[in-house]
């Protein structure tokens, strides 16, 4: 009697071992699939940069619908001393061309915003090329310059629109500031969400032609000019090369290397 019950427990000893080993390997198998899923090749954007303690952001304004505000945006940014990027969509190119001539020639930097504001994640990659070359082709005959940077309509994109952008020779751009200017929101709501989110190396979202840009863009700019910072084009914030984009979004300067 005292062999067979000593031989039970023994076997109960080993089974719920064995079920514990498996139950291990179980949850690393899940935790393996967890890694083997979560797409460590995935390409993120620049959201803003990490320019340490220099004060300097990028003021974006995207161009889809009207124009009625764009001179006087101009106008204010060449009174504060600033400049900006502004990001413009085929048809609105095709609508107002003497406006890109006069956004070149205040000296802001022309970005693409697509040919037709579409959904760019759901496109072939011909389909993507498509909508990239008729804008970056249309602004290079009207300025005699190719766009250096995208920003997808929506803020929409997944890894293969990010490739397709850079290998057509531009680097894809997002915001880290949105000033919801799109919502209606009044000049002091805009002013007041860029100076709660604002810090070195932001880009900050405007549309040009918001309801309240026009009163809003002198609070923001005077307020910048307060606090020290500098109202720069992309060419001026984000590193061309020799740098990482954090899981944030966040671009980054590669520590030199010492020889």
């Known amino acids: 009697m005292f062999v067979t019950v000593k031989a039970k427990s023994i076997l109960a000893a080993v089974l719920v071992l064995a079920l514990a080993v498996l139950c291990c390997v179980g949850l690393n198998f899940e935790a393996v699939a967890d890694v083997y899923n979560n797409d460590s090749t995935r390409k993120l954007p620049v959201y803003g940069v990490d320019c340490g303690e220099e004060k300097k952001v990028a003021l974006t304004f995207d161009a889809a619908w009207g124009a009625d505000k764009t001179q006087g945006i101009l106008d204010t940014l060449a009174e504060y001393g600033a400049t900006g990027t502004f990001f413009l969509v085929g048809f609105w190119v095709d609508d107002h061309p ?3 001539k006069a956004i070149d020639a205040a000296g802001c930097e022309i970005g693409n915003h697509s ?3 579409l959904q760019m ?4 990659s011909d389909e993507i090329r498509g909508e990239l070359d ?3 082709d249309k602004v290079e005959q009207l300025t005699g310059k190719r766009p250096q940077y995208f920003r997808p309509p929506y803020g929409d994109y997944n890894t293969k629109l990010v490739e397709e952008v850079e290998s057509n020779g531009m680097q894809v751009i997002q915001w880290s500031v949105d000033s919801l200017d799109w919502k209606g929101l009044n000049a002091q709501e805009i002013l007041s969400r860029v100076t709660k989110n604002v810090k070195p190396g932001s880009v900050i979202l405007f549309h040009n032609n918001s309801d309240h840009i026009s009163e809003a863009l002198p609070l923001v700019l005077a307020y910048l000019q307060r606090e020290g910072y500098t109202a720069v084009g992309m060419s001026e914030l984000v590193y061309k090369d020799n740098y990482y984009i954090d899981n944030n979004g966040i ?3 590669n520590a030199e290397e010492v020889i």
């Open 98 to 100: 003497d406006m890109v």
């Open 115 to 117: 040919k037709n504001h």
């Open 121 to 124: 994640s759901k496109l072939t």
């Open 134 to 136: 008729y804008v970056s």
């Open 251 to 253: 671009q980054h300067k």
